[in-house]
């Protein structure tokens, strides 16, 4: 079983609809979580960053880390098409640590 | 600007060759990393370094080697002896003195195809 698990997609909406993206996650040690965007033939970028539970807001973006149940999501509001991307989870046990454990991605496209 | 350069962007292999993927950054990071990317599988580290003259394999480090004589450099070269060697490498880099989130800065990836 793997430490990070997410379902690759690929995932279909229309403009401005909400999209939920979520991981789902074995090691209980796991502090630190984030979501990767990653463009087509791009290194993967920082989105959004959650340090243990709870949820946090950035303009369109929502990330939730639910603990108990070691799952995490990312919502995208009134999605746009330049959203289209792979998003990646990552999490490690310490913002220090030296390996970040990544899941293997969604692919996202959003059709005008 | 400040960033992590790799090259070469697109490279092609035979069987049989050894190659050399350049990673280069210039945001006095203390760690590097490189992982590989294929379809479906995410990122898998195979290398990284968290100080000069020192680095430890990762999960998927056969096939490959590093080295890191200089803070801003940590080449990859991948031998051989890697049995599927095609796919997406990225170096990445992160500071550990930084407050915040630790967060692995990328560069844009080299792609590798071996004919």
Redesign the interface.
């Known amino acids: 079983q793997k430490e990070v698990e997410?379902d690759?997609g690929p995932l279909s909406v229309p403009e401005g609809a909400i999209v939920s993206l979520n991981c789902t996650y074995s090691n209980s040690a796991f502090q630190?979580f984030?979501w990767y965007r990653q463009y087509s033939?791009?290194?993967?970028?920082?989105l959004m960053?959650t340090y243990s539970s709870g949820n946090k807001e950035d303009g369109r973006f929502t990330a939730q880390v639910d603990k108990s149940s070691k799952y995490i999501s990312l919502f995208i509001r009134d999605s746009q098409p330049s959203d289209s991307a792979t998003y990646?989870c990552a999490m490690n046990r310490y913002?220090?640590a030296?390996?970040?454990i990544?899941?293997?991605?969604t692919r996202l496209s959003i059709r005008p | 600007d400040g960033g992590?350069t790799q090259s070469p962007k697109y490279l092609f292999r035979k069987e049989g060759q050894n190659v050399t993927l350049s990673c280069e950054q210039n945001l006095n990071h203390d760690?590097m990393y490189w992982?590989r990317q294929d379809p479906?599988?995410?990122?898998r580290?195979i290398y990284?370094s968290?100080i000069v003259n020192d680095f430890?394999k990762?999960d998927i480090a056969e096939g490959y080697s590093v080295s890191r004589e200089k803070k801003e450099s940590f080449p990859l070269t991948v031998t051989s002896a890697q049995k599927n060697p095609t796919a997406f490498y990225?170096c990445?880099s992160r500071s550990?003195r930084a407050t915040?989130?630790?967060?692995?800065f990328?560069?844009?990836?080299s792609?590798l195809t071996v004919l």
């Open positions: 997410q690759p630190y984030m033939r791009k290194g993967p970028e920082l960053y990646l913002s220090s030296s390996k970040i990544f899941g293997s991605g | 992590i760690a992982y479906g599988q995410g990122l580290l990284y968290q430890q990762g990225l990445a550990f915040g989130t630790g967060e692995l990328f560069g844009e990836g792609r």
